[in-house]
């Protein structure tokens, strides 16, 4: 058993009622306009909010900022071939600029993508260099109810019928990304990764695998994938991470650190190419748009993430979590996923049709109820796509404890209790780019 004592602590603090009410306002009812002073317990993300440890803190002091051959870069390789099974790494400032990096030498106009669900900014960078992104999720993954051990995976006949829709010569990359975010943060198996390879071979396609989450991954693999009881958690992440050509990997989520990202490969040519878009786009190759601190950190987060006790003590304090609300009466999407917990928005105010925004009204009611913050990931984050009204609870690293859990759910259930005097809202003003809405948009509730 593994638990954390506190060395350094953060105030935080539940501002007045009046004070949460006028804050929503003025942030046009859009949290992610809301000043983070403002909020108790702060759930919009797991990326890049969580504690590091005393090994990690100390590693910072050691950063070596040498422009080139930096002591730190050594370091993150050394990780990244130990934890994770790759020899060639390029840093990067965060993972969108592994994605930048990797996928502008992999795509170009007209290609096609498979992945089984594309993030949304692994979304914009395939669209950006001209290729059309297709999520290819198994049956029941968007279903909040559905059972299902691995309900991330990808689905091979999805990718078929895309295959023989556009012809094999248009997909030249194929995705993996393992925990499988956008879908509620669900697992993929070590088998349907070797399908996907098998697949990638026989259309001649690069395979990449999106490695965000690839502890959280692999703890689950363990629990759910008989073959893999008895490994350790790092060997079965290196076991389903050398099927891929390459990974992409943000630091901000299993590097344990808050900031950094990197490319990873054992392909020499793929690597020099990446290299070259990094040293335009990023930084010098041996710090990647990091300071060196933080690329010390981001190398001893990667070795901690993977550690037995770290690992599972994540998983079920995510479990204990859904436990709580499910135990408080608040419809939650299950199983739960490796980072967040997802509540269903539409189960929980089903007086709001999806044009009034229930996942929104139920973030902003956690808010102003408890100071909580969450994200909408439904019909205001999505238009015009058929998703379940989902709110994303997402658990930042070693961060909070039992008894803020506790308050989300006490806040959640107070909420639930008076369900029908929450009304839905109508967007006010929006940004240009509709895949970006949910960033920027203004609200207003539609009873005013
Ligand atoms: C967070 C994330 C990214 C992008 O990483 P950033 O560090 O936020 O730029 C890419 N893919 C997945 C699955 C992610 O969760």
């Known amino acids: 058993m593994v638990a954390y004592r506190s060395k350094v602590v953060e105030r935080i603090e539940l501002p007045a009622r009046e004070r949460r009410e006028r804050a929503l306002e003025e942030a046009g009812y859009n949290v992610f306009e809301l000043p983070s002073e403002d909020v108790y317990i702060d759930l919009l993300t797991d990326s890049g909010t969580g504690a590091m440890s005393d090994a990690q803190w100390a590693a910072l002091m050691r950063g070596d900022e040498s422009y080139a051959g930096s002591r730190s870069f050594d370091e993150l390789e050394s990780a990244v071939a130990e934890v994770m099974g790759f020899s060639r790494v390029v840093p990067t400032h965060q993972g969108r600029g592994a994605e930048n990096v990797l996928y502008g030498a992999l795509l170009s106009d007209g290609d096609v993508v498979p992945n089984n669900t594309h993030f949304d900014t692994t979304r914009a960078h395939v669209a950006n260099q001209g290729a059309d992104p297709v999520d290819c999720p198994v049956a029941g993954a968007r279903d909040p109810t559905a059972d299902g051990e691995f309900k991330g995976n990808f689905s091979l006949e999805r990718a078929r019928e895309v295959v023989d829709d556009v012809g094999a010569e248009r997909v030249p990359l194929v995705i993996q990304t393992i925990t499988n975010n956008s879908a509620a943060g669900q697992p993929v198996s070590v088998e349907n990764t070797r399908q996907v390879r098998e697949f990638a071979d026989r259309i001649d396609a690069t395979f990449v695998i999106d490695a965000c989450r690839f502890a959280e991954n692999a703890a689950f693999v363990r629990r759910r994938e008989d073959e893999f009881a008895d490994y350790a958690i790092d060997e079965i992440a290196r076991e389903q991470l050398r099927h891929a050509d390459a990974v992409v990997m943000s630091g901000k989520k299993d590097g344990l650190a808050n900031a950094g990202g990197f490319v990873a490969t054992d392909d020499a040519d793929l690597f020099e190419r990446c290299k070259q878009r990094a040293i335009l786009y990023e930084g010098f190759p041996t710090y990647g748009g990091m300071s060196g601190r933080d690329v010390a950190a981001m190398a001893v987060g990667l070795r901690e993430a993977v550690e037995e006790g770290y690992v599972t003590d994540r998983l079920e304090e995510i479990q204990a979590f859904a436990d709580l609300l499910e135990d408080a009466g608040v419809p939650v999407y299950t199983p739960p996923g490796g980072h967040a917990v997802y509540l269903d928005a539409g189960a929980a105010l089903p007086h709001l049709d999806a044009a009034d925004f229930p996942g929104q009204a139920l973030v902003c009611e956690l808010y102003r109820e408890g100071g909580v913050r969450g994200v909408e990931l439904g019909s205001f984050a999505f238009p ?58 203004a609200l207003a509730p539609l009873s005013d």
């Open 384 to 441: 015009d796509t058929d998703r379940p009204e989902l709110v994303r609870l997402a658990v930042p690293r070693r961060t909070y404890h039992g008894e803020h859990f506790e308050h989300v759910a006490d806040t959640a259930a107070a909420v639930l209790e008076k369900r029908e005097s929450v009304s839905g809202l109508e967007v006010v003003s929006e940004p240009a780019n509709p895949e970006l809405r949910h960033f920027t948009a």
